[in-house]
């Protein structure tokens, strides 16, 4: 089946490290992205990473991927204030480009 | 380059009552998608379009909700008749193909709320 799920509420303060988690169910997917959604806003496409690797930097991103767990985290470096909002995690099942969401871990940043 | 734009961004109407909602996709992008985003969830899949043909729309209401996208660019979701479960944003998202690596790029969405 397909089913990503997500811890609802972290919060943090200005310049600690953000660790999102994800699991996913769908194997096929190949590939898994997280995007971000601020209060008012649309969606937008933090990173992603394709389902044989293991890991991918992406400047203070940082995505871990344990495909035999279906495990998946976000690791933000030096969160900001600006950093705070919703990351949704979602799969892709096949190649179909439908995207799979998870129901968002909501990011707070205390400063 | 413009991005994903919908209109209208604000909708309130009641019960019953009929809603229309429109969509313009990032020119040259053939894979248009809309989605429900009920509060406090991620959002779903409603419906996938690949030009002016349905990929999937395994997830859209049929008894109430319609969507189309007739010369393969411009798309409107209809909502008719609509039900308080149905208050939700809806978000327009497109992409170049229907693939997988094709990032999918969303427009502001258009919050419904049906009293």
């Known amino acids: 089946g397909e089913d990503v799920e997500q811890s609802l509420f972290l919060s943090v303060r200005e310049g600690d490290s953000s660790v999102i988690n994800c699991t996913y169910t769908d194997s096929s997917s190949t590939y898994l992205y997280w995007y971000k959604q601020e209060p008012g806003a649309g969606l937008q496409l933090l990173t992603y990473i394709f389902s044989n690797m293991d890991m991918k930097q992406d400047q203070r991103l940082t995505v871990l991927l344990n495909k035999k767990d279906k495990h998946l985290s976000l690791r933000i470096a030096d969160t900001q204030t600006g950093d705070s909002a919703i990351y949704f995690c979602a799969e892709t099942p096949g190649n179909t480009g439908k995207l799979i969401f998870g129901q968002g871990t909501t990011l707070q940043v205390k400063p | 380059e413009a991005g994903v734009a919908q209109s209208p961004r604000y909708k309130i109407i009641e019960k019953r009552q009929s809603v229309a909602f429109w969509c313009n996709p990032i020119s040259g992008h053939a894979t248009l998608y809309w989605y429900q985003q009920i509060l406090g969830q991620g959002p779903k899949l409603l419906i996938q379009?690949?030009?002016?043909?349905?990929?999937?729309d395994s997830q859209l209401p049929k008894d109430r909700f319609s969507a189309e996208r007739l010369k393969g660019v411009d798309s409107t979701l209809k909502i008719q008749p609509a039900k308080l479960e149905d208050s939700a944003v809806y978000l327009c998202?497109?992409?170049?193909?229907?693939?997988?690596?094709?990032?999918?790029?969303f427009g502001p969405g258009t919050r419904l709320t049906v009293l």
């Open positions: 998202a497109s992409s170049l193909q229907q693939f997988s690596t094709d990032t999918q790029y």
């Open positions: 379009f690949q030009n002016n043909g349905v990929v999937d």
